[in-house]
């Protein structure tokens, strides 16, 4: 789980305006953090699989929402897929 303070903090990093907790680009980021926490705990624990079922419907949460992000704006969604490291 992402700690109080991260998550702060890649809201403020994301946010469009002030007060921003709810745009796609904020809730990309934070699925991203949480997936790579899961994919980090899963290396460790091979056989826990009721976390693997949560990080696919992460996974599939934020492709979603990404595709959301790529019909709405192509331009947000270039720069937050090269901000976070992401590829299709």
């Not at 709810?22 to 994919?39: C, F, M, R, Y």
Request: glycine share 6%.
């Amino acid at each position: 789980m992402l700690t109080k303070d991260q998550k702060t903090e890649i809201i403020a990093k994301f946010r469009l305006e002030e007060g921003d907790t709810g745009s796609p680009e904020v809730q990309i980021a934070l699925l991203t953090a949480s997936i790579e926490h899961l994919t980090d705990h899963l290396k460790a624990h091979k056989k826990d699989n009721h976390s693997r079922l949560g990080l696919l419907k992460q996974v599939a949460k934020r492709r979603r929402l990404l595709n959301f992000l790529q019909k709405a704006d192509a331009k947000r969604h270039g720069k937050l897929t090269k901000a976070l490291g992401l590829s299709k």
